[in-house]
């Protein structure tokens, strides 16, 4: 027992002190000595990866059973996003794309289109594949640089409540869509009920909050105001 002890204690040493070591350890396979090597460096790197994947794909949020996945886009085929979205951001505001000294406002509008049509993916976090949370963490990291905590179930106890009635835009919504886990989903408010978020089916797009799923569903919303100021200073 003390013999492995020390190999493993070993196998962690060296690499910091003096880079990978490969180790031989022999076994009998049908009365035939093999021998078989374990690259130390590679523990290390396995064991990173690792806590790196528990810390960015399972912070908080509970993964989807299939049974989960499967009644929550069901769900959300009553929920049909808005046809042309880019459409919908030019009735609201213009942006002068030439400007090289965007304002914060603008620039916030921007990475929220330049989203539009992400695919979602659970624990993603790139625009190969998004969740909802991170969605709302990479915006504001992006355009204003502000750090969210990265699960849905940690941004809901940021900023401060807001009433149904007196969203303003920017301002984190909260919806129930998950049987295990309360809030389950968020977006971001945009103006007249609409909101842009990663909906599981559609990947980033912009919904009604007022269509019969989202209304049913819909749990409270958070102001931030580092946010508001930046966004609403216009």
């Given at each position: 027992m003390r013999k492995y002890f020390i190999l493993v204690l070993v196998a962690f040493i060296f690499p910091s002190c003096f880079g990978p070591v490969r180790f031989a350890t022999k076994t009998n396979n049908n009365g035939s000595n093999k021998n078989f090597y374990v690259d130390s460096l590679r523990i290390v790197n396995a064991i990173k990866s690792q806590q790196q994947d528990s810390t960015q794909r399972f912070a908080t949020d509970l993964e989807f059973t299939d049974e989960e996945l499967r009644e929550i886009i069901s769900s959300e085929e009553e929920a049909i996003p808005i046809e042309n979205a880019k459409d919908f951001f030019s009735k609201y505001v213009v942006i002068d794309t030439n400007n090289s000294k965007p304002t914060k406002y603008e620039k916030f509008l921007m990475t929220l289109i330049s989203y539009?049509?992400?695919?979602?993916?659970?624990?993603?976090?790139?625009?190969?594949?998004?969740?909802?949370?991170?969605?709302?963490?990479?915006?504001?990291?992006?355009?204003?640089?502000?750090?969210?905590?990265?699960?849905?179930?940690?941004?809901?106890?940021?900023?401060?409540?807001?009433?149904?009635?007196?969203?303003?835009?920017?301002?984190?919504?909260?919806?129930?869509?998950?049987?295990?886990?309360?809030?389950?989903?968020?977006?971001?408010?945009?103006?007249?009920?609409?909101?842009?978020?990663?909906?599981?089916?559609?990947?980033?797009?912009?919904?009604?909050?007022?269509?019969?799923?989202?209304?049913?569903?819909?749990?409270?919303?958070?102001?931030?105001?580092?946010?508001f100021s930046l966004t609403n200073a216009r």
């Open positions: 539009l049509g992400t695919p979602y993916k659970f624990g993603g976090t790139s625009r190969k594949g998004i969740d909802c949370s991170a969605f709302t963490r990479l915006i504001l990291q992006e355009s204003l640089n502000l750090e969210l905590p990265r699960s849905t179930l940690e941004q809901i106890k940021i900023g401060r409540p807001v009433n149904r009635d007196d969203l303003e835009f920017g301002d984190l919504v909260f919806f129930n869509t998950r049987r295990r886990q309360n809030p389950g989903h968020v977006g971001i408010y945009l103006w007249d009920n609409y909101f842009i978020h990663a909906s599981t089916k559609y990947g980033v797009i912009v919904s009604s909050m007022n269509s019969g799923y989202y209304d049913r569903r819909f749990v409270g919303a958070r102001r931030i105001d580092e946010v």
